[in-house]
Every structure is written in C-alpha cells, then in structure tokens.
C-alpha cells in the first residue's frame, strides 16, 4: 500500500462544480459497485462510514517538530469493491479530494515549500544552531509492518516502550563491565510515525549484498530482535549476538572490534541512535562544521576537494555547495577500516550525499543517499527530520584513557586463573 499524508487542503479549491456533478453522476450509476478497490486519505475526524465497515485504517501524520502547531490527522481507508462507499456522493467527495491533493503532489515527510530560511551576514541559508534527530523509528522496515509505510500512533509508542525495554535487557548480555542506560535520553522532539527510515529501495529494507560481502550485526539489530524476535536472522538471537560479539580469545587490545578500542570517524551518513543524536551546524563565509559530541567535520562550501585522491580517512573527504535553500555535502575517499552502511562490508568505495534543508523555524530535514557498488548491488536512500534545540554540546571521550579496554582484559586473564567469570 503506498501512503500519501498531506495537511494541505488548498487543493479544495481546484475541485470545480463539473466534477463534482460527474462524481454524483457516477454515484447514481449500477456499475458503480462493481469498480475496485479504492484507497482513500481522509481527515481523521471526518471518517464517512463506522470503522468495522473497513478493511484496513491506518492513521498517519507527516513528521513534524513538536512543540508546533499540529499537522492535520488523515487516515487511509481501503473499501472492499462493492461497499457502498459508491453509492453516496459524501464518500465520492473524500475520493476526490484525495485525487486533488495527490495531484499537487504533497507526499508524507515532505517539506514546506513555501518556508525560507532566515539568512546569515552572507545572504545563506542559516541552519545553525543544536539539532536533535533522535528517533524511534527504526532503520529497516519490521517483518510485521512489512506493507506498512507508517505506524499508527498506538503502535509507535508500544514498540518505542519495547525497545527502550529491549535495551535495558541486552545490559544482561555484557560479560564483563556493568553496563546501565539511566543515563541515556530517550525523548522524542519530532513526531515520525513512519515504518523505516530507509526511503529507498521502496520496501524500507537495505539492498540486496554483493556476492562476497559480509554484513556484521549492529546494536540497532539486537535491539529490534529482542524487541520482536521476528526480526531476528536464521539462527535467532543467539547467532545475532554471537555475530555482534565476534568470537576467539581476547589476548590483545587487537582482538576486539574497532568500536570497543574506540577508532571510528564521523558517521558519514549520519543515522539515529543509541543516545548521543545531536548536530550542531556552524556557518562561516567559506566553510560549515558539523558537530557531533564524537566528531567534527569542517567542509568547504566551493564544491573542491583539496586531498589527493589516495589521501583516505575515517570520516571520507567532503564538499559542500549550496542548491537554493538546501546545504548538498558530498563526501568519498573513506578508508576501508570501517564498514559502508549499517555493518556491511567496507566504506572504501562508498560515496554518500547529504541533503539539510530548514523546514521550518524549529524544522530541519535531513536526506542522505548512499552509493557503494562494492557493498550493495542498488543504492540507499534514508531521511528524517531534527528539531532545534537549545543545548549545548559536550564531548563525548569514549572510554576515557582506555581504562575500561585495560580492565576488561584484566578480567579476562582473571578468567582463564581460576576458570569462572569474575
């Protein structure tokens, strides 16, 4: 089912007293119930029939920052073919009006058009300031929402309570330090009902690895598998986790992954996660910084890049430019120690395409496409939206000075003394 949002009901004004005749027409015709299945987007409070007369409802909103003024509330309502949905002019009226705002081409998540920026000292766009873009909506698509593009709003918070008990659950996994989660902050500051933050390929799902590559599971995958075990690979939770922890002695800082010594860059694109999903955006003349408590990023906004070719690093090169309302930064010439996307193979060839656009005063969207014939046989597409924020950021130091690298192989050898698990 494709699911269109819109709180756009300018498109009314388009539908002329003509068509409207010929809906009532056709509502009087005997054929009529023999038409098929039709998808309607009505308001939400304005449902034209009981709702155990349907075949399917889904309640949707387009994202927006909370604390703004709400987006209208439509709801999908599939009727079967010969309901008589088509013999009441009330319901061919909501079939139009559906028509009309497909028409004017207002889809789900989609920006402001009409919104411009406020302007720096140098005439640009200002995106500065502190973004947040945690969400909770998941990376993939879930196996049960496997037709769905959004949640309803009772879904969404049920399986946002599970994952944060889900989390709270895989402490139970760490075989040496305590691990706890009071510290993170799970609060949402936009509204996201959507099923994947993967746009494309179509079905919220990464594509298809190439022959060879490997894919190494990620914290998000453990989450959604204790969530909902459906999502869990062959071999369920247990070969989830034995992926994820690799396997083999630990006698060397060598042997653990490069997460746990704490060697990564930027994450080029950026993607929701475990805590810590703040950007903050810094404009000058020439150039923009990206901040995360992790990272920094400074790109020059002439579109050059002024490494050599067989320069690589952590983060990738970037440049920027700016389209109309839109910063474009493109980044390539990653090194091929950190994987492409989601655990899959290597970012060596990996080229990604970010996308900021203010939305609105509190609004920004952000777009990202990635491209590594390498890794995946098609590319990927992601979205979501941040919300401004009036924090500040601090740096986020890992584990600081490695004591908790040092002491985890203490506990190790403690282990292999005496033969139990300190």
Request: proline share 5%; glycine share 6%.
């Amino acid at each position: 089912m494709v699911v269109s949002c819109s709180a756009n009901l300018t498109a009314l004004q388009h539908l002329t007293p003509e068509i409207l005749g010929d809906a009532e027409a056709l509502s009087r015709t005997e054929t009529a119930d023999a038409l098929a299945p039709v998808v309607l987007l009505v308001p939400a409070s304005s449902i034209p029939v009981a709702g155990d007369e349907l075949t399917d409802s889904t309640a949707c909103e387009r994202p927006r920052v909370r604390g703004e003024r709400t987006a209208a509330r439509w709801t999908l309502i599939q009727y079967p073919a010969r309901h008589s949905v088509y013999r009441s002019m009330k319901q061919i009226h909501w079939l139009l009006l559906c028509v009309a705002l497909t028409a004017v081409g207002v889809a789900a998540a989609a920006p402001d058009s009409k919104y411009r920026a406020p302007r720096t000292s140098d005439g640009r766009p200002d995106l500065e300031g502190v973004w947040n873009f945690a969400s909770g909506v998941p990376l993939q698509r879930p196996a049960a929402f496997a037709d769905r593009a959004v949640f309803t709003k009772e879904e969404f918070d049920k399986r946002y309570s599970s994952m944060q008990k889900a989390m709270r659950a895989a402490a139970r996994f760490a075989p040496v330090e305590d691990v706890g989660f009071d510290w993170i902050d799970f609060s949402l500051h936009v509204d996201d009902l959507r099923t994947s933050l993967i746009t494309y390929p179509e079905n919220g799902r990464l594509p298809a690895l190439v022959d060879g590559v490997r894919r190494v599971p990620t914290v998000e995958d453990i989450i959604a598998a204790l969530a909902d075990p459906r999502d869990a690979p062959p071999g369920g939770l247990a070969a989830l986790l034995a992926g994820f922890g690799g396997s083999g002695r630990r006698d060397s800082y060598r042997d653990f992954s490069l997460a746990a010594r704490c060697l990564f860059g930027a994450s080029v694109p950026l993607q929701p996660s475990v805590g810590e999903n703040y950007l903050q955006i810094i404009e000058a003349r020439d150039t923009v910084a990206l901040l995360t408590e992790q990272s920094r990023r400074i790109i020059r906004l002439d579109g050059i890049a002024r490494t050599a070719d067989k320069l690589r690093s952590w983060s990738g090169v970037s440049t920027g430019r700016w389209d109309g309302e839109t910063l474009v930064v493109e980044t390539g010439q990653f090194n091929d120690r950190t994987a492409s996307f989601a655990g899959a193979g290597n970012s060596r060839d990996k080229v990604v395409t970010e996308r900021f656009t203010r939305t609105s005063k509190h609004g920004l969207a952000y777009a990202a496409t990635v491209i590594d014939p390498t890794t995946f046989i098609d590319r990927v597409e992601l979205s979501f939206p941040m919300a401004l924020v009036g924090e500040r950021l601090y740096e986020s130091a890992c584990h600081e000075g490695n004591y908790s690298l040092a002491n985890t192989l203490s506990a190790i050898r403690k282990e292999d003394e005496t033969g139990k698990t300190p």
